[in-house]
Structure formats: C-alpha cells, structure tokens
C-alpha cells in the first residue's frame, strides 16, 4: 500500500471514529449548558414556523459551527450568504446528508456556476422524520412522514470587481417551502381522516438578500485572493400559508433572522470564522428570540486534507463540532460529528455527511493567466521606452479586464511621461 492511500485510509478512518472522542466532553458540555442555560433559554423558542429552515445542511458548514455568513466560500452558501455564487472559484455540484435529532435527517442537493461576475444556482432539500400515531389502547392506527422541502433559486453578482477592490457581491434568494402533515385518525372509530393532514400543511415563499466584501489586511502569505471577508444577510423574509382544504389563512410567522459575519485568514493554511445571528418575528416583534453566535477554525494540513472545528452557542445549549474534508479521486468529502445536549438523549449525537464535485472554473484561470502575460509584456515594453507598443498591450489587457488596476495606472504613467516630454519640447522651442 502506497503512503498516500495508508494516509488516506486513517483520515477516513480519524473522520468517522470522531465521534468516540468526545464522550469525554459531556461534563465539559453540561458545565457550559449550566453557565449559559440561565441566561440564554429562549423563552420565543418555537414562536415561528418552518424550522428545518434553521438546520444546517451539514458537511463543512456545520463543522465551523454554521459560522458561514462572512465566508460563503463553497456551495453551503445557500443558507447563509446568497451572494456567494458570485465569487465562486469553480462550478460545484454536491449532496449533503445530515443526520439530526432522533430518527430526523435532512437531505440536499444543490448546485451553483458563476459567469464572469455573475454567480447562479439551485438548492432542494427535504427534512423529514416519521410519523406514528396509536390509539388509547397502544395499537398503531397510523404511520406516515412529517417533512419539510424548499426549493431555491439563487442570482448573485459582483459590482465593481477589479484587481485591487475585488467588489462588492450581492445575491439574492428566492425559496418555496412546503410542509407537509399526513392525515391523523378519528379519536372514535380510529379511522383515517381524509384531508386532515391538508389542513396543517403550509406552504411558504420567501426570500433571503445578502452582501460580501472581500479585502486584504493582517495577510501574512503571498495570494491574489482577498484573506478578509464581511457578510450581512436577512433570511428568511416571506409569509407562510395554512389551512389548506379549508380557510387559508397566514398567520404563522417564519423563522426570519439577520446575520453579520467575519472571516479571517492570517496564514494560508488557517482560516477563523465568526457570525452573530438575530432572530426576528415579523408576526410579533416582542416574540423574537434571541441572538445566537458561532464560530468556526478550519486548518489546512495537506492539499488534499483539511480539520475543523467550531461552536455555536443558540439558547442554552453550545454545540461543538468537529469535522474533516478530504479528497478521494476528485470527490470533496466532508464529515463533520456536532456535539450538544439536544441532538440524541445520548452522548453520541449525530454525523453528517457531504460529498462535493468541483468542475471547472469556465475559462477564469485560462484568462487570467493571458492578462498577466499580456501585462508583462507591456512591463518590458515600457522599460525599453516603447510606449506605444506599451500601450497598444495594456489597451489589450483592459480589452479583456476593464477594471485590471496595474495596466490603468501603467497607461496613466504613459499618458504623464509623454505630457511631460511634450511640456520640455514646449519649453525648448520657447527658447
């Protein structure tokens, strides 16, 4: 067995035995539990509807404990930044599989492409768990599922992107949401009520917007790509139907809520993340919940193996996480094991799954790449004073990139040298 697949098969094997380590943590767990319980409950806890909404998708995101607002940097940006699409480095088609309390899980398959400055994309996910009613006398009359599916469509671009300002991102999200109830019986005669569960199904429309700044400061490696990055979303933003068979009716509030992020990479291989969240009740404003945080460490031990970490303190319960992404013949995989004391009524909560496809990235680095030859070649042009051939190539780099800062000041640097020479042609012919 050769060392890269003897090293691959213990990544695979460190992934899915986390979650025997943290058994550990369950004192350190129900310490936290007990400093912030008081403090942090939420007494508006399940004020709003459609709460799956409010479930991370799993992978990588709920790795870094869903702080994903500022760094958006993959296809888990669905949920929390939509102007992520607009600055993905490749097309990206993934699967996610989460896990959650009791015998619930989430299912995803999302997929995103970006054209130049404009990002696009599509998420489908269903939440389910299984449904079972028993009479009075324990007998089971009915079973079905209860489950929750949104479908979203995102749009995203960036404004104003060139080499020194990278642009300000803006996306949007637009997101339908179905609920649905299976049919519950008569109390009586223990038959099954048609249109019953009609009548408690919803069906939501709703819309997130959010923005992403990406710039540099505290950067400690050499990459063209920004190391900070700022995030501001509001999720959510909709009204839900109910009723249906009968009077319908809009009288439940989502889970709406606004987000600010951070994300911070000092050294190549170290990224930190940081997201503060707050819940609002557009039904009834005094009924908001309130504010969670999250952050998240991901550190980058080899090109093709990376470990996280984070923790998200929501009401009274921190959650931790761990988790590790690595490639297996072109497959991003993604494990991620989330500790807390509401998951399971065990210590050994839940592990989600993810599995991600990065295609190409439509020509972008093929581009660039000319861009940089053509600005070099203008760089020896106009060291040699040829500044008309200069020119003529930086006109030709702008051709392809209008806002390619380096060949606009080199032009500008052109246009003074040669307003120069003419002001002492000027000044000669004077005398």
Request: proline content about 3%; some cysteine; charged content about 20%.
């Amino acid at each position: 067995m050769s060392l890269r697949a003897l090293f691959l098969n213990a990544v695979i094997f460190l992934a899915f035995a986390l979650p025997v380590f943290p058994l550990d943590l369950t004192e350190w767990n129900e310490s936290l539990s007990k400093i912030f319980g008081d403090s942090l409950i939420d007494a508006n806890e399940g004020m709003t509807v459609f709460r799956s909404l409010n479930i991370p998708v799993g992978g990588r995101v709920e790795s870094m404990g869903t702080a994903f607002t500022g760094l958006a940097d993959d296809i888990s940006f669905f949920d929390y930044n939509p102007a992520g699409s607009a600055v993905m480095e490749k097309t990206e088609l993934a699967l996610f599989h989460n896990a959650w309390i009791a015998d619930s899980a989430m299912e995803t398959v999302a997929g995103t492409l970006r054209n130049g400055n404009l990002g696009m994309g599509a998420q489908f996910k269903c939440f389910y768990v299984p449904f079972t009613e028993y009479n009075m006398y324990g007998e089971r009359v009915a079973g079905s599922y209860y489950s929750e599916t949104t479908a979203t469509a995102n749009i995203s671009y960036n404004f104003l992107a060139g080499y020194n300002f990278k642009g300000l991102a803006l996306g949007a999200n637009l997101r339908g949401g179905w609920r649905s109830m299976p049919d519950y019986t008569d109390n009586n005669t223990d038959e099954i009520i048609s249109g019953s569960g009609l009548r408690q199904s919803a069906l939501a429309l709703m819309t997130d917007i959010g923005l992403l700044m990406r710039f540099n400061g505290g950067k400690f490696y050499i990459d063209r790509e920004p190391n900070i990055r700022l995030g501001l979303t509001i999720n959510n933003l909709g009204f839900a139907l109910t009723g249906f068979g009968s009077s319908v009716k809009m009288d439940d509030a989502l889970p709406t809520r606004i987000s600010a992020g951070l994300s911070y990479k000092p050294f190549a291989p170290l990224l930190v993340s940081l997201e503060f969240r707050q819940p609002i009740n557009l039904k009834s404003l005094s009924s908001s919940g309130k504010w969670s945080a999250g952050t998240g460490i991901e550190v980058i031990i080899t090109r093709f193996f990376a470990l996280r970490t984070g923790f998200l303190l929501q009401g009274g319960n921190p959650r931790i996480s761990l988790g590790s992404g690595f490639d297996i013949r072109g497959v991003q995989v993604q494990v991620s094991y989330t500790f807390d004391l509401t998951s399971s009524a065990t210590p050994v909560n839940h592990i989600s799954l993810g599995a991600k496809i990065r295609f190409s990235d439509r020509g972008r680095a093929q581009k660039q790449q000319r861009i940089d030859e053509l600005y070099t070649r203008g760089l020896n042009q106009y060291s040699l004073g040829d500044y008309k051939d200069a020119r003529e190539t930086w006109e030709e780099v702008l051709a392809l990139d209008s806002r390619f800062d380096p060949a606009i000041e080199g032009i500008k640097a052109i246009d003074r040298t040669e307003s120069l020479y003419q002001r002492i042609v000027e000044i000669q012919s004077l005398d």
